[in-house]
């Protein structure tokens, strides 16, 4: 329709992260075919695949606050797991749980560009490490769906 | 105000889809952390890192703050400060499609509002375009074609360069792609 139109649609934002995945059931495959670049928002989950929620949920954290979209029942025992274990291949790959979650988006070169929030200075340059190592091997990639599933 | 001379050596850039628009791998968020509750110093500090790091786009929108709306305006007091050399050297998104002001008129997908909005986030910013201007979500309610030729519209009149979606799923995204 925009192309039709003379503007052809340059950007899709969707939300996508290890997390929330809908956008490979179908749209990145709309978008790689059609030319369309991708930039997703909440690369983290909302800050659920950050080191904060490692050791359970901390007072000050979104989560632990009402009105924060990430609701206290967003992190089970079970996830805390989950985050443990995909922190280990973040380790052994020289990155933070935050640093390879953003890495794994970049993996996709249909994915052009990944919007991280900042609260500081020091919080995006610790994201902007991540670009240190945005590929994975198959073992990575195998270890990561098999947490994901877990 | 003076940047870093080898900001560009730092980053990676991508090309945004078949388009002649490359974009940094990391692009900042202003979805929260620019609000009128923010520490004006932090953000500061915080768009002057970005842009050291070879970070050229910065992602806003109608209703980002809190209050909604403050995130536009307090990222345009720092663009139009620090930043005023450097407009051609950044990409400047901005959004319309979720609730912004009372009324029939402020929310989803009409062309009513998403021009409007746009007037609204120009003069907020003090722009005289934005670089992407995207539909917010997808309206069940307003016909495909008047948002999408609301999008047309806005690049013909100067006040965006590109257009953008958000949050369309797969079977929604395809008509606006498509022919």
Redesign the interface.
């Given at each position: 329709?925009?192309?039709?139109?003379?503007?052809?649609?340059?950007?899709?934002?969707?939300?996508y992260s290890m997390y929330e995945r809908?956008v490979e059931?179908?749209?990145l495959?709309?978008?790689g075919k059609?030319?369309?670049?991708?930039?997703p928002?909440s690369p983290l989950a909302q800050g659920l695949l950050t080191n904060k929620y490692l050791k359970g949920i901390p007072r000050n954290s979104r989560a632990a606050k009402s009105h924060g979209f990430l609701q206290k029942d967003a992190i089970t025992e079970d996830r805390v797991d989950q985050l443990k274990k995909l922190n280990e291949i973040a380790s052994d790959r020289g990155q933070s749980l935050a640093q390879m979650a953003?890495a794994w988006l970049?993996k996709d070169?249909r994915v052009?560009?990944?919007?991280?929030?900042?609260?500081?200075?020091e919080q995006?340059?610790d994201?902007?490490k991540?670009?240190n190592n945005?590929s994975f091997d198959k073992i990575e990639l195998n270890g990561i769906e098999g947490i994901l599933k877990s | 105000m003076k940047f870093s001379s080898d900001r560009y050596t730092q980053m990676q850039y991508r090309r945004c889809g078949d388009s002649g628009i490359l974009l940094p791998a990391i692009s900042l968020g202003l979805w929260h952390n620019f609000g009128d509750v923010d520490d004006p110093k932090v953000y500061r500090k915080t768009l002057h890192t970005a842009f050291d790091n070879g970070i050229t786009h910065f992602d806003l929108a109608n209703n980002y703050g809190p209050p909604p709306g403050s995130a536009e305006t307090n990222f345009g007091k720092i663009l139009h400060t620090d930043f005023k050399d450097h407009r051609d050297e950044l990409i400047i998104s901005s959004k319309a499609g979720y609730t912004m002001w009372d009324g029939p008129y402020g929310d989803w997908g009409s062309k009513k509002y998403l021009v409007s909005s746009l007037d609204q986030s120009l003069k907020r910013m003090k722009l005289d375009y934005v670089d992407i201007f995207y539909h917010h979500r997808p309206d069940p309610d307003t016909p495909l074609e008047e948002t999408m030729s609301a999008l047309d519209l806005i690049v013909r009149q100067g006040k965006a360069l590109y257009v953008g979606i958000s949050n369309y799923k797969a079977p929604e995204a395809k008509k606006p792609f498509i022919c």
């Open positions: 329709m925009l192309k039709k139109m003379g503007t052809p649609c340059l950007i899709h934002q969707p939300k809908w059931d179908g749209l495959d709309l978008l059609e030319g369309v670049g991708c930039i928002f953003l970049l070169k052009t560009s990944v919007l991280v929030g900042a609260s500081s200075a995006l340059l994201s902007l991540c670009l945005t | -």
